[in-house]
């Protein structure tokens, strides 16, 4: 799975306070740029601050929330996702974001709905496609997974896990001649990934291609696979 935390850097207005005191356009500033450095306990504090200052600053909740999906505190981090989203229920990132952890707890369904309603507000959110695939895939429901793995790739065709990932879930299916196109499309985009070649072989020795599988576990192999060469043991020789 392709989960990158999505980040985004908002415009955000000063908080008046008291002479000496930090507003809260600084303290977010100086959040973010603790949760860059991964300084995020630091980052954690500085968001924390400007709530004090502006407890209806959806911003320091949704970047206070990635600062605790960076520790993997993961609950936490869906709490400040959901205070967010209860001041700006259209914050896409937010509901995006909140699906990420629940994916890391294995909430797979809630992952779905939130994945749903990110794309619901921006169906050109191409990570939304794959993680929602992904937690599809992880429900055993192939079929979907598929259909937002091929949505996925519509929006950014040189993604190579996307091609890797529908070939996987087509491979669970047992189609294993449209399997072996997107395993080979996504070594085609990024050729140095040894699970694609590893996968591939799987695959190859399923449609009865014995001497190309043993080429891809040797090129797995090759790519640092530590499980090809006993393969090549069963299958190869």
Same mark, same amino acid.
Request: aromatic fraction near 16%; glycine fraction near 4%; proline fraction near 1%.
């Given at each position: ?59 320091? =909740? #949704?970047? $206070?929330? %990635? &600062?605790? /999906?960076? +520790?993997?505190?993961?609950?936490? !981090?869906?709490?400040? @996702? *959901? ?79 996307? =091609? #890797?990932? $529908?070939? %996987? &879930?087509? /491979?669970? +299916?047992?189609?294993?001649?449209? !399997?072996?196109?997107? @395993? *080979? ?53």
């Amino acid at each position: 799975m392709f989960r990158n935390l999505s980040v985004i850097l908002l415009t955000i207005f000063t908080i008046n306070t008291c002479f000496g005191q930090k507003t809260s356009n600084e303290l977010l500033k100086e959040g973010n740029q603790n949760q860059s450095d991964k300084k995020y306990k630091e980052a954690i504090d500085d968001f924390s601050e400007a709530i004090k200052l502006d407890s209806k600053n959806s911003d320091a =909740y #949704y970047f $206070r929330a %990635n &600062a605790r /999906f960076g +520790l993997k505190e993961f609950r936490k !981090a869906i709490d400040d @996702y *959901s205070e967010c989203l209860k001041i700006n229920n259209k914050y896409v990132h937010a509901f995006y974001n909140r699906g990420n952890s629940y994916y890391e707890l294995e909430e797979f369904e809630k992952a779905i709905s939130d994945f749903s309603n990110a794309l619901k507000l921006d169906s050109t959110l191409y990570d939304g496609y794959f993680d929602r695939g992904n937690a599809y895939y992880k429900l055993e429901n192939f079929k979907d997974a598929i259909s937002d793995f091929t949505k996925g790739l519509q929006i950014k065709p040189d993604f190579a896990d996307g =091609y #890797y990932d $529908r070939a %996987n &879930a087509k /491979f669970q +299916l047992e189609e294993y001649t449209n !399997a072996l196109i997107d @395993y *080979s499309k996504a070594i085609e985009v990024n050729p140095k990934e040894n699970n694609y070649y590893f996968n591939r072989a799987i695959n190859e020795f399923n449609l009865e291609m014995t001497p190309e599988g043993c080429k891809d576990l040797e090129k797995a192999k090759e790519l640092g696979d530590i499980e090809a060469e006993d393969y090549m043991k069963e299958f190869c020789m």
